[in-house]
């Protein structure tokens, strides 16, 4: 798989967990680095965003050294690298490459850290939802890609979803989209309004890194070719018994 994302010297979130998520399905990852970031748990203490150009030649490197069977794209952090990558992968489509593309808009660190910038938002809209099979924000994400409220049911929600569809992925997983209780639940919204809930455990722990680890465990599924729902299923999963479960027994 390619994962095109950013490193985080805290090793919680970003391109390490891509990779430790990868491994624990067996998946070989080829590396592109978007931004190099200075983070401990609580702090963005610096980011360099590596320039257009060599974000360009660490694609195409990728490409030819191997087939890809899906591309998950994370920390994108500005609008030239969003445009870049976007036009590496309107060329990868012209010459054939037709693989899912699973795309986690990191907008902020949970520790507050700004992570991708206004016009970044915007090109990421634009240019890089048309090429996208899956996008995966949370409830604020979905808010702020539009620049509307957070909503506030899960009516709202959807009506957002739903916007967000129109820029042209071909589906959209609203993560953690209503609470009940026990339970957490996510949305998944494809093209043909069709709408699927997957439910899973409610936990109250937090951990780093978890909407990493989930699209690219999407991303896995996805190349091993299961469906949309089948692989947002399994990743969630694997999110919850890897990541959020172990989490809740160390906070204990
Ligand atoms: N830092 C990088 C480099 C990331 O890619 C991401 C998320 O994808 C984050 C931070 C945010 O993770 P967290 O919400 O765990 O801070």
Avoid: W
């Amino acid at each position: 798989m390619l994962v095109i994302a950013a490193t985080d010297s805290s090793g919680g979130a970003g391109l390490t967990r891509d990779v430790r998520t990868l491994t624990d399905f067996s998946v070989d990852a080829l590396c592109v680095v978007s931004a190099v970031t200075a983070q401990s748990d609580t702090r963005v203490a610096a980011v360099h965003h590596v320039p257009p150009d060599v974000i360009r030649a660490q694609i195409s490197a990728a490409l030819e050294t191997r087939r890809v069977d899906a591309i998950k794209i994370g920390m994108l952090g500005t609008r030239a690298t969003v445009e870049i990558v976007a036009e590496c992968l309107a060329a990868a489509k012209g010459r054939a490459v037709e693989v899912p593309v699973v795309l986690d808009p990191v907008l902020v660190s949970s520790s507050g850290g700004v992570l991708l910038d206004a016009a970044g938002r915007a090109a990421l809209l634009d240019k890089l939802l048309p090429l996208t099979t899956l996008v995966t924000p949370n409830v604020p994400e979905v808010a702020a890609l539009l620049g509307e409220p957070v909503a506030t049911d899960e009516a709202e929600l959807i009506q957002q979803g739903r916007r967000l569809l129109e820029f042209g992925s071909r589906a959209v997983l609203l993560k953690g989209g209503h609470a009940t209780g026990n339970e957490a639940v996510d949305l998944l919204l494809t093209s043909g309004h069709d709408i699927e809930k997957i439910n899973s455990k409610r936990v109250t722990g937090s951990s780093r890194g978890t909407g990493c680890a989930l699209a690219s465990a999407i991303a896995a599924a996805l190349a091993a070719g299961e469906s949309l729902t089948a692989a947002c299923t399994l990743a969630k999963r694997y999110v919850l018994e890897r990541l959020l479960i172990p989490a809740q027994h160390e906070s204990k």
